[in-house]
């Protein structure tokens, strides 16, 4: 079973009049918004990692590992 945390937002009155009037479910809206925006720093994080990758990936000839794979295919 899944742990769960309270957290607390703090918003003016005004918002707060009007997430009362248009009845919106702030627990729901915080929570997608909440794992939207870890989602998109976890892909942040993932692009730096990958970014050394990159430098060495564009060296590789693609038509080298073409042949590379037939020749292990032919083999086997």
């Known amino acids: 079973m899944a742990k769960y945390e ?4 703090k918003v003016s ?3 707060k009049e009007k997430i009362t009037h248009y009845g919106v479910k702030t627990g729901e809206v ?3 918004a909440l794992q939207s925006e ?3 720093r976890q892909l942040e994080e993932i692009e730096k990692q990958l970014e050394p990758l990159r430098t060495v990936l564009s060296k590789i000839n693609s038509e080298d590992v073409v ?3 037939r020749e292990d ?3 086997g």
Do not use: E
Not at 6 to 9: D, E, N, P, R
């Open 6 to 9: 309270t957290i607390s937002v």
């Open 13 to 15: 009155a005004d918002l």
């Open 30 to 32: 915080v929570r997608k």
């Open 38 to 40: 870890v989602r998109r």
């Open 67 to 69: 042949a590379s794979i």
């Open 73 to 75: 295919r032919d083999q």
